[in-house]
Structures are given as structure tokens and as C-alpha cells.
């Protein structure tokens, strides 16, 4: 079986700049559901 969802991670050192997160504090990071918009103009409410 294949995964069309996708994944729900995002490793914390692929993360955007502009999120301001520690980047050596844990390994993964949750990834935005961007919806009908670009995934690079989303951000995430928890980490």
C-alpha cells in the first residue's frame, strides 16, 4: 500500500526561516495543511 496523504512531519532542519523555531531541539517538526494555498504562506499553530 502507498501513502496519499502524505506526511504530517516535517523534519526541523528543512524547516522555513521565518517560522523561528529551534532547529536542534527535537528531530521533527508538524507540517502545515497550507489547504488551497500555497504550503510556503501557511503556518502551523502548535509545535
Known sequence: MTR???Q???KRLNT???L???RKHG???IKASAGPHPSRFCLTLLH
Open 20 to 22: 523561528q523555531i529551534k
Open 4 to 6: 496519499h496523504g502524505g
Open 8 to 10: 504530517k512531519t516535517l
Open 16 to 18: 522555513p526561516a521565518f
Open 27 to 29: 528531530k521533527f517538526f
